[in-house]
T-cell receptor, first 108, second 116 residues
Framework: EDQVTQSPEALRLQEGESSSLNCSYTVSGLRGLFWYRQDPGKGPEFLFTLYSAGEEKEKERLKATLTKKESFLHITAPRPEDSATYLCAVSSGSRLTFGEGTQLTVNP | GAVVSQHPSWVICKSGTSVKIECRSLDFQATTMFWYRQFPKQSLMLMATSNEGSKATYEQGVEKDKFLINHASLTLSTLTVTSAHPEDSSFYIC????????????FGSGTQLSVL
């Protein structure tokens, strides 16, 4: 059974204070690792897909990296509007398995 | 990116009534759609997988007679919560898979259901 564990559960940062979110996974045959952003009362918004160890993707202040056991979402110089819950998910076939998410709060 | 429209955004109903939630893929055809349930501060729990023109596949513990799913076309799936009770109150989210080898899911904006 696929498993995804995200840490920390919650993270508070000051504006401009860079940090990383972790997603550890066990999966039988990774077909993709996905990062989503979810705002309160909304559906998840797609951020990145990573397919193989060593792969990196960037979008504005976010950078996602992937190893054989975990993925990191690096946030550089975050702003208050980056506050959200960040979800990690893995696919090994016909479904996505989601982690519990990291709730990020960026204070001005 | 692909757009998935979910309606209504929120609904309040009396116990015992049925509620229908619609999920549409606006600019692509989705052979597969997924329905999730999310409780406050928890992650998404897959309820069922729906393929166009065939019966939905339900996850263990999800009552198929209570949560009726219809995927009649390549752009529309519906979830009907039958005889709703307060414990069915939750945030329901649909997602659609564009296909073509990319397993990236696109999500609707969710429906907050409150059963009184």
């Amino acid at each position: 059974e696929d498993q995804v564990t995200q840490s920390p559960e919650a993270l508070r940062l000051q504006e401009g204070e860079s940090s990383s979110l972790n997603c550890s996974y066990t999966v039988s045959g990774l077909r993709g690792l996905f990062w989503y952003r979810q705002d309160p009362g909304k559906g998840p918004e797609f951020l990145f897909t990573l397919y193989s160890a060593g792969e990196e993707k960037e979008k504005e202040r976010l950078k996602a990296t992937l190893t054989k056991k975990e993925s990191f979402l690096h946030i550089t110089a975050p702003r208050p509007e980056d506050s959200a819950t960040y979800l990690c998910a893995v696919s090994s076939g016909s479904r996505l398995t989601f982690g519990e998410g990291t709730q990020l709060t960026v204070n001005p | 990116g692909a757009v998935v429209s979910q309606h209504p955004s929120w609904v309040i109903c009396k116990s015992g009534t049925s509620v229908k939630i619609e999920c549409r893929s606006l600019d692509f055809q989705a052979t597969t759609m997924f329905w999730y349930r999310q409780f406050p501060k928890q992650s998404l729990m897959l309820m069922a997988t729906s393929n166009e023109g065939s019966k939905a596949t339900y996850e263990q513990g999800v009552e198929k007679d209570k949560f009726l799913i219809n995927h009649a076309s390549l752009t529309l799936s519906t979830l009907t919560v039958t005889s709703a009770h307060p414990e069915d109150s939750s945030f329901y989210i649909c997602s659609a898979l564009p296909g073509g080898g990319d397993e990236k899911l696109f999500f609707g904006s969710g429906t907050q259901l409150s059963v009184l």
